[in-house]
């Protein structure tokens, strides 16, 4: 489940999760175990858990939507800085920017440290990102 492989990567447990989120303990368990589906829960628990897990609330549910609205939200919902590259990125690619392999070489480290050095985004949402513009 995406909230596992999240919380691995953030280095954090549940418990820490459940605390930051202010969502309850049992109910985290319950999601994470798959005895509640988190597609099924209210909009204000997975606004919380994406918020403290850094993530948009499509990312935590992609399991639950189609590829392409799936597809459609790993560009929304980045960290700040990966957002500001990457609206950077396609500026400079309507216009025709002089100074676009900057601007890809910026997008490029912000997709790196968003999956690797963060941890806010996952491996198939940074693979998405990069196959689409770099």
Do not use: F
């Amino acid at each position: 489940m995406i909230i596992d492989t999240l919380l691995k990567k953030k280095n954090i447990t549940k418990y820490r999760l459940a605390v930051e989120s202010g969502v309850p303990h049992a109910t985290l368990n319950d999601i994470c175990s798959g005895k509640t589906k988190l597609e099924k829960c209210s909009a204000e628990t997975v606004y919380k858990l994406a918020k403290a897990l850094g993530v948009s609330m499509e990312m935590l549910t992609k399991d639950g939507i189609y590829n392409s609205d799936r597809e459609r939200a790993y560009e929304y919902g980045l960290p700040e800085y990966l957002q500001h590259d990457l609206d950077a990125y396609k500026e400079g690619l309507k216009t025709k920017s002089n100074l676009l392999d900057c601007l890809w070489c910026e997008l490029y480290g912000s997709i790196n440290v968003a999956e690797i050095t963060d941890g806010v985004i996952t491996s198939e949402h940074a693979n998405y990102l990069r196959k689409k513009y770099l």
